[in-house]
């Protein structure tokens, strides 16, 4: 796996181009989890979120981490989606489209 | 500064902690009208900076819901034109992404059109990024057996990799049929839950190419029910696809080539003219290629060999105007063993130095072990002796290493007759007792069973019958290669 390389200058621009990095990367995950399992941003960079909370407990040493981050943010993904689907399934086997309230009229 | 991969997920990690999720300037939904502005200017030739991966992926989902295929397909060319030459992301696997999601939009948008030979294009452009080491990597990844039953569901998630994988898959059969055949078995029956109540052109296409490979690697493993079945398979589902004449008839190549297993030459004879036939008119040109490398064995097995020579010698041009390494190296590879049964040891070493390296470079291990047997068939019609039994026998581990099993049989007979040429009946028949329970397990036609049976009967009063030895070993298998 590539990733690009961080352009340094002085000791600020070389914090702000680990930042642009950092950015770069986590922008990277989201997009793939968001294109390729069809969910939202958010619901994509929460999914990435999650990833690098488990990459800071178990990343080990050996293998290839970038890969290693790129299967965990797909299997999370994977049963994110799932979750999804099942719920949408559910929500139109009992409420459907007809019988839902418009957003906003619930009684008070 | 540069950092190993480590640093760099560890770094995010701790980045993404500080910041929380960081909010994102813009929703799927302005990605798709930005994407949809963007294809409007690309498709009026105005050349934009590169509106950022997200746009372009955007672009790419669109092009699949584009009710008008000819403009899908026109842009799905432009958009990956564009990602040629345009810097548009720093993520090297990111770029083969998107090409990816492009291609496949291409070759979904040919499909819709009935454009089989656009289609074939596209599947090329996506073969080349099927073999890229990020691509083999990826899959091997998910594939192995840690990565659990989600790996496979993560594979079919998107139809853009789907497709990837299946020529990822047709590819490795070429290097490890016996892996290809467990995998596509999985992928078969998970792609059936999953795609189930929800079918489409491409879903069919996907069932019936995971069929289709998973027969070649029966074909190749010589398991020849169960390719079969595999056949079947797949034909079913490609009539529900969208292009059914060409799928269905690269279906009926396959079961061509099982033709000359079972020496059917007949059928083949009969039936080949019109599938070039098709392959042309559909535009096909190499799978139109491919018929002739069964002409060419079909000639083989009637030992009209100077004539099989010159079609093999065509092929090769063809096959260099096309500039299609894997059917140039197979015919050279072809030729070789042709030109060794002729006894022109210098024409066949030429043609196999044409094409060792090529089949290293295309890792076709199928290939290379083939042509090792015919190299060592050279030898042995040199009269030398020893020599062939060293170089048979380091064919025969490179079949077992495959799982070749009905070669592997085949190669022990061969030994077997060679030593006892050498006056070794000992070791002959040892060789002979670890052929007879695989063939009988795989099975032989009626008409040679007679010849297996006093091969049987011979090895166990210890004293070997040449002809039924020849007879059923020329049965089995040989080092033709046809192009799967």
Known sequence: MSQPEAAVRG???????????????????????????????????????????????????????????????????????RKADRRARLLAEWFPPSTRKPEGSASR | MKFDGRDLVLGTAGWAARSGSPPWPA????????????????????????????????????????ADARRAFALAGELFAFLNRTDVSPFREEVADLQCASAFAGWRAARLLGDAAAASHWMAVLADLADSTAARHFFETLLDGSAGPEGAERLLADPSRTLLLCEWLRRKNDSDPADVRALTQRLHARARELFEGRETNETHYFRGQLAMTAGVACRQLARRAEAHAWFDRAQVDFRLAGLPEADLARVE?????????????????ESL????????????????????????????????????????????????????EKLLATAHANLAHISGIMGDADQALAAAAEAIPRLRRLKDRVALSKLHWGLAALLRSKGHLAEAVGAYREALAEHAALGMRADVAALHLVVADLLLDLGDSTEALGEISQALPVIAELGMAREKMAALSLLHESARRRDVDRAALREVSLHLRKPEIDER
């Open chain 1, 11 to 81: 000791p600020d621009e070389r914090i702000e181009a680990l930042e642009a990095l950092y950015r770069a990367f986590y922008a990277r995950l989201v997009r793939h989890a968001a294109w390729t399992f069809h969910l939202s941003k958010e619901d994509a960079s929460e999914v990435v979120q999650e990833a690098f909370v488990l990459a800071l407990v178990k990343l080990d040493a050996s293998g290839n981490p970038i890969s290693w981050m790129y299967r965990v943010v797909e299997n999370i993904a994977a049963n994110w989606k």
């Open chain 2, 273 to 324: 003219p019109a599938l070039e036939r098709t392959f042309r008119d559909l535009g096909m040109m190499e799978d139109a290629l491919k018929c002739r490398f069964l002409e060419g064995l079909s000639l083989m097995e009637t030992d009209e060999l100077p004539k099989a020579a010159d079609l093999f010698r065509d092929v090769c041009a063809d096959a260099e105007r096309l500039g299609n």
């Open chain 2, 253 to 269: 190549y396959q079961r061509l080539g099982e033709r000359l297993e079972e020496r059917d030459l007949r059928t083949i004879q």
């Open chain 2, 27 to 66: 929703s799927r939904e302005d990605d798709l009208a930005a994407a949809g502005e963007f294809l409007a200017d690309l498709e009026s030739g105005r050349d934009e900076p590169s509106p950022g991966p997200d746009v372009l992926f955007a672009s790419c989902a669109l092009l699949n819901g584009e």
